[in-house]
């Protein structure tokens, strides 16, 4: 195994799907719990916290994810026996692609994520590969590194890149993969 994970480390964790299942729970209660700042402009009190009358879209990041990490993300769900009709309520964004239409001065021409860290100092330490948790901090760094040096927020540099998941498309594509 390439990505230095003992099996033994693995085997300590959930399996796919159930990990899978509590992912997708922790983003249906994010969405469920998600609140507004209600501010009464004629106080000096704090706003008030209120449901928001919408709920959020969820936008999944990954970076280099359409050509790696979704298709990944299928197999496995369909290996699982599970539908892709949860995917269908998030919105998707490739951080790859956002990047190389970001101007190459600023990335310096490398968009590899490991090239952005080193080049935009974008978050703490090394970035430890094949692993999620370091991988999910250093992408945020990068992304808010790049927004801040445009000018604009994470939300605004993405908002053009969303997309959602075309599930028959997807399916027709994964198998000519297979």
């Given at each position: 195994?390439?990505h230095?994970?003992?099996?033994?480390?693995?085997?300590?964790?959930?399996?796919?799907?159930?990990?899978?299942?509590?992912?997708?729970?922790?983003?249906?209660?994010?969405?469920?719990?998600?609140?507004?700042?209600?501010?009464?402009?004629?106080?000096?009190?704090?706003?008030?916290?209120?449901?928001?009358?919408?709920?959020?879209?969820?936008?999944?990041?990954a970076?280099?994810?359409?050509?790696?990490?979704?298709?990944?993300?299928?197999v496995?769900?369909?290996?699982?026996?599970?539908?892709?009709?949860?995917?269908?309520?998030?919105?998707?964004?490739?951080?790859?692609h956002?990047?190389?239409?970001?101007?190459?001065?600023?990335?310096?021409?490398?968009?590899?994520?490991?090239?952005?860290?080193?080049?935009?100092?974008a978050?703490?330490?090394?970035?430890?590969?094949?692993?999620?948790?370091?991988?999910?901090?250093?992408?945020?760094?990068?992304?808010?590194?790049?927004?801040?040096?445009?000018?604009?927020?994470?939300?605004?540099?993405?908002?053009?890149?969303?997309?959602?998941?075309?599930?028959?498309?997807?399916?027709?594509?994964?198998?000519?993969?297979?």
């Open positions: 195994t390439g230095g994970i003992a099996s033994s480390e693995l085997a300590q964790g959930p399996g796919f799907a159930e990990a899978f299942r509590r992912m997708a729970r922790f983003l249906d209660n994010s969405v469920e719990m998600a609140v507004a700042e209600q501010s009464d402009s004629s106080s000096d009190e704090v706003g008030s916290t209120t449901l928001r009358g919408s709920p959020p879209a969820i936008v999944i990041v970076h280099n994810g359409f050509k790696f990490d979704l298709p990944i993300l299928m496995e769900l369909l290996r699982c026996g599970i539908g892709l009709e949860t995917m269908e309520r998030w919105l998707f964004v490739d951080s790859l956002v990047l190389r239409c970001v101007d190459a001065e600023l990335t310096g021409g490398c968009v590899k994520l490991q090239c952005l860290l080193s080049r935009l100092r978050a703490d330490g090394a970035l430890a590969a094949h692993r999620a948790l370091s991988d999910c901090f250093a992408l945020r760094g990068v992304c808010q590194s790049v927004a801040a040096a445009l000018g604009v927020s994470v939300h605004q540099l993405f908002a053009l890149f969303c997309v959602m998941l075309d599930k028959r498309a997807s399916l027709v594509a994964l198998s000519c993969m297979m």
